[in-house]
Nanobody
Framework: QVQLVQSGGGLVQAGGSLRLSCAAS????????MGWYRQALGNQRELVAT???????NYADSVKGRFTISRDGAKNTVYLQMNSLKPEDTAVYYC?????????WGQGTPVTVSS
């Protein structure tokens, strides 16, 4: 398994921005996909954005045009830049990584958007 350590997040007003980071420990060799998911209170965990090792991205419709996923291969880190935040973006955000058929999860980072 890959160990993932998240940082960023917090409280922001609607319309504001936040950036989340997720650093994978050790070598990034074999990590095919890294991504972000979120889970709001009482809801199931849902996909936010993913990026493959070749740079292909996928976004949930609800965040397209507002969120951007990026990856620093040298640092084995994936980022989620969140702009134009809305109260409905409030959730715990989790990063994950798929390597050799195994999925690893970060510890989760709360994001709260006030109206």
């Amino acid at each position: 398994q890959v160990q993932l350590v998240q940082s960023g997040g917090g409280l922001v007003q609607a319309g504001g921005s936040l950036r989340l980071s997720c650093a994978a420990s050790g070598s990034g060799v074999g990590i095919n996909i890294m991504g972000w998911y979120r889970q709001a209170l009482g809801n199931q965990r849902e996909l936010v954005a993913t990026m493959t090792s070749s740079g292909s991205t996928n976004y949930a419709d609800s965040v397209k045009g507002r969120f951007t996923i990026s990856r620093d291969g040298a640092k084995n880190t994936v980022y989620l830049q969140m702009n134009s935040l809305k109260p409905e973006d409030t959730a715990v955000y989790y990063c994950n990584a798929l390597r050799w058929g195994t999925i690893s999860w970060g510890q989760g980072t709360p994001v709260t958007v006030s109206s």
